[in-house]
């Protein structure tokens, strides 16, 4: 059991017979009455996010969990394949278990999160940052640049970005995959 105010981004916990593991968190001090802890919790089975208060103190149930990398290997019918880095245990998890699995490329290493009381997967976190090629972009116009201007572009993996103007066609771009939004461009 853990209190309230120890939930952090990332742990996971026990709730109405469900795991959800926290997205986000706030504590906030009402003027009058307790301080409360805001939470922003995703449905590990399902991707439901729920948004719950809970009082400074309350205990709730955690679930142990274990962090390991696994190699995203490639796609097929039963999902996407990964391989454990030690054992070279190959598991499969559907694509809407893994965070940002939309920037994910073969060979990406993720972070494969289990629950260590009966060793089922929970779900595959992306890094924060990732590096991809721009397959596709419309050249800029010139003269568009008096303010941030962006334009659209496709990355390797099929998902679309905005990207500023000066960003060409076939450069590396270091890219957000909680957002997807673009934040560098990077040399080879």
Partial sequence: MINS???????CIRLDGKIWTCIDFQHRKPGKGNTVMITKLKNV?????????????????????????????YEDATGCIFMNQETFEQIPLPKSAVTGG???????????????????????????????RITHSEPGIKGNTATNATKPATLETGVEVRVPLFVNEGELIQVDTRDGSYLNRVSE
Avoid at 55 to 70: A, H, N, S, T
């Fill in 5 to 11: 105010q120890e939930i952090k981004i990332g742990t």
């Fill in 102 to 132: 939309d920037f994910m490329k073969e060979g990406d290493v993720v972070e494969v999160v289990t629950d260590t009381s009966d060793g089922s997967v929970l779900l595959a976190e992306m890094p924060v940052k990732t590096v991809l």
């Fill in 45 to 73: 089975s399902d991707g439901r996010v729920l948004e719950r208060t809970f009082q400074i103190g309350f205990k709730l149930e955690d679930v142990r969990v274990e962090r390991r990398p696994y190699q995203y290997l």
